[in-house]
């Protein structure tokens, strides 16, 4: 009796690895079967085994739609069979997502980044009154903490605010809006430590036995 061994380097690639060379060899033969009655059963049969084999797909929504779409992946998109849904195209698969637009907008000082300029861009579209004052008090904050993020070393309130003037073209005064006074750099700047468990008792027993 002679035996032939396959060689990894001559087989079919799989398709999806994940469900190994008997499903796709079961796909193969599926896409041999002339009757097409027995060949939408046998495609039914696969997908049902595709099911249990990753049975972590059954808490993904509309599961049984996934199961098909890799099953005509597997097919190499040349399956003739009846599916429940709309088949997957090869192009569908292969289409490339569109480009993410990337920011545009060149910042004056970008160690705040640009989440800060649309604050600041929201803050004075604002009408006056206490909650406006507080929001432009909380850029002014956000600002010097990012700062000093970049720059370790201490930074005066009024360069932020200069900064803040600057990026609201002028909308955002807190230069002479009287003694606006910051958080401290060393307040910033302070790592919150981890706590420990208050409720977790030591018992000593000094030494002696517990009978």
Request: glycine content about 4%; overall charge positive.
């Amino acid at each position: 009796m002679e035996y032939v061994l396959e060689n990894n380097s001559e087989r079919e690639n799989l398709h999806i690895p994940e469900y190994g060379r008997h499903i796709q060899k079961l796909v193969n033969h599926c896409k041999e079967i002339q009757d097409k009655d027995k060949r939408n059963k046998m495609a039914k049969a696969i997908v049902e085994v595709m099911g249990n084999l990753q049975p972590h797909l059954r808490d993904v929504p509309d599961f049984k739609h996934k199961l098909w779409d890799q099953l005509f992946i597997i097919a190499a998109f040349d399956l003739d069979v009846d599916s429940p849904y709309e088949i997957l195209t090869k192009e569908e698969i292969q289409a490339k997502p569109e480009k993410l637009p990337y920011p545009s907008n060149p910042t004056k000082y970008r160690f705040y980044g640009n989440n800060i300029q649309i604050m600041i861009n929201e803050a004075v579209t604002w009408e006056e009154g206490k909650m406006k004052d507080t929001l432009n008090y909380t850029i002014a904050n956000h600002m010097k903490k990012c700062f000093l993020n970049w720059n370790k070393d201490t930074v005066e309130d009024a360069v932020i605010f200069k900064h803040l003037i600057d990026l609201s073209k002028g909308k955002i005064d807190l230069l002479n809006e009287g003694e606006v006074v910051l958080s401290p750099s060393s307040v910033l700047l302070k790592k919150k430590t981890p706590t420990k468990n208050k409720n977790k008792k030591h018992k000593k027993n000094n030494g002696r036995k517990k009978w």
